[in-house]
């Protein structure tokens, strides 16, 4: 799979349980109205969550349909956000909301005809857009003054920046946007992060990718929650990488820690990048989800996040993340499913092929 097709399938999304113990929402001294567009499905319920324990009061806008029993006591305006059939009636008018949250579209159309709608009714607009803006992943340290997809209509990254441009227009210094890396947690249904959570889990040998020193970079959808949040309510403008954890991390400790959280003692087989790639044709990404070799793309797991944790954000150790998202996989998400998911992983049988290649190299 594509760089590109990888960034639009798998980048991009809660109990009051998994709130967790490391960053728990305090009570706001000054109670808000937050109107979230969407607010069922990943990230969503997340940022439902921590405004509910912050004492804000909720509006949601949705259709009704994913997770609809959610959430009871929160009011619900129904409608929908589709290209050449949006029904937003339902938040025509001239009520008035402190801010508005909006976690997902991916036509930046669907984000101008919010923005539009309710530009003079809100203090505040924000946004959850990718690292897949973003042009060059040739060197480390991206910032978020980087070169960015310009005119490139129709495609995940270049939407997201026509999105970005459009809430510069309606909302100028009013307006909060967070750059995120892959996001994990409770609720993810996406298969990247998940193929290694099964595979440390259930095997007694996984095959590891490369020499571990690649990079991997990501953020826990509780802490995307909780920087939204805050964003709102203290109305900081501006665009934010958020690419956790707070200091590198290797696919090795990636790995290695991940498995220490599930309390496994499955095997990692390290094998060389070259014999993966050349020898047996796997490729980083959809067969190895999450994993990008330095000599293909040297930035893609190693943007600077400095702009963010200078303005206080907060990743939770990846222990948490790890058993938090395994606990909903194993309540809900692919249990009886069998990899490739949506292109994503090898086979058990293609792992053991290329497993006893390497052994019988001598």
């Given at each position: 799979?594509?760089?590109?097709?990888?960034?639009?399938?798998?980048?991009?999304?809660?109990?009051?349980?998994?709130?967790?113990?490391?960053?728990?929402?305090?009570?706001?001294?000054?109670?808000?109205?937050?109107?979230?567009?969407?607010?069922?499905?990943?990230?969503?319920?997340?940022?439902?969550?921590?405004?509910?324990?912050?004492?804000?009061?909720?509006?949601?806008?949705?259709?009704?349909?994913?997770?609809?029993?959610?959430?009871?006591?929160?009011?619900?305006?129904?409608?929908?956000r589709?290209l050449?059939?949006?029904?937003?009636?339902a938040?025509?008018?001239?009520?008035?909301?402190?801010?508005?949250?909006?976690?997902?579209p991916?036509?930046?159309?669907?984000?101008?005809?919010?923005?539009?709608?309710l530009?003079?009714?809100t203090?505040?607009?924000?946004?959850?857009?990718?690292?897949?803006?973003?042009?060059?992943?040739?060197?480390?340290?991206?910032?978020?003054?980087?070169?960015?997809?310009?005119?490139?209509?129709?495609?995940?990254?270049?939407?997201?920046?026509?999105?970005?441009?459009?809430?510069?227009?309606?909302?100028?210094?009013?307006?909060?946007?967070?750059?995120?890396?892959?996001?994990?947690?409770?609720?993810?249904d996406?298969a990247a992060?998940?193929?290694?959570?099964?595979?440390?889990?259930?095997?007694?040998?996984?095959?590891?990718?490369?020499?571990?020193?690649?990079?991997?970079?990501?953020?826990?959808?509780?802490?995307?929650?909780?920087?939204?949040?805050?964003?709102?309510?203290?109305?900081?403008?501006?665009?934010?990488?958020?690419?956790?954890?707070?200091?590198?991390?290797?696919?090795?400790?990636?790995?290695?820690?991940?498995?220490?959280?599930?309390?496994?003692?499955?095997?990692?087989?390290?094998?060389?990048?070259?014999?993966?790639?050349?020898?047996?044709?796997?490729?980083?990404?959809?067969?190895?989800?999450?994993?990008?070799?330095?000599?293909?793309?040297?930035?893609?797991?190693?943007?600077?996040?400095?702009?963010?944790?200078?303005?206080?954000?907060?990743?939770?150790?990846?222990?948490?993340?790890?058993?938090?998202?395994?606990?909903?996989?194993?309540?809900?998400?692919?249990?009886h499913?069998?990899?490739?998911?949506?292109?994503?992983?090898?086979?058990?049988?293609?792992?053991?092929?290329?497993?006893?290649?390497?052994?019988?190299?001598?």
């Amino acid at each position: 799979m594509h760089r590109r097709s990888f960034l639009q399938t798998t980048l991009g999304g809660l109990a009051a349980a998994y709130v967790g113990a490391t960053q728990k929402a305090v009570a706001s001294e000054t109670p808000m109205k937050i109107l979230v567009l969407g607010g069922t499905n990943f990230v969503g319920p997340a940022v439902v969550e921590r405004a509910l324990a912050a004492g804000h009061e909720v509006t949601l806008f949705n259709r009704g349909i994913t997770r609809p029993y959610l959430f009871p006591n929160v009011e619900k305006l129904r409608g929908d956000r589709r290209l050449n059939g949006s029904d937003l009636s339902a938040l025509a008018g001239k009520r008035r909301w402190d801010a508005v949250i909006d976690v997902w579209p991916e036509q930046s159309a669907l984000v101008a005809e919010t923005a539009r709608l309710l530009a003079d009714r809100t203090d505040f607009y924000f946004f959850c857009s990718s690292i897949a803006v973003y042009r060059n992943f040739s060197r480390a340290g991206l910032q978020e003054s980087d070169p960015v997809h310009i005119n490139n209509p129709g495609w995940y990254g270049g939407e997201k920046v026509a999105a970005e441009q459009l809430l510069s227009t309606y909302f100028p210094n009013a307006h909060g946007v967070s750059r995120c890396h892959a996001i994990f947690g409770p609720r993810d249904d996406g298969a990247a992060f998940h193929y290694w959570l099964r595979r440390l889990a259930f095997e007694d040998e996984v095959l590891a990718p490369g020499n571990g020193n690649d990079p991997v970079q990501y953020i826990d959808v509780r802490d995307l929650a909780g920087w939204i949040l805050d964003s709102v309510e203290s109305k900081r403008a501006g665009i934010f990488n958020m690419c956790g954890p707070e200091k590198p991390l290797q696919f090795r400790d990636f790995l290695e820690v991940t498995r220490e959280a599930l309390g496994s003692d499955v095997r990692l087989t390290w094998v060389d990048a070259d014999f993966l790639r050349r020898e047996q044709g796997v490729n980083s990404f959809s067969d190895m989800p999450l994993w990008a070799p330095l000599d293909e793309d040297e930035g893609f797991y190693q943007i600077s996040g400095a702009k963010a944790l200078a303005a206080g954000a907060h990743y939770r150790p990846l222990q948490e993340t790890a058993r938090a998202a395994w606990r909903w996989y194993s309540a809900y998400n692919f249990r009886h499913t069998s990899f490739p998911v949506g292109g994503l992983g090898l086979s058990r049988e293609r792992e053991q092929e290329i497993l006893n290649s390497w052994r019988s190299r001598g």
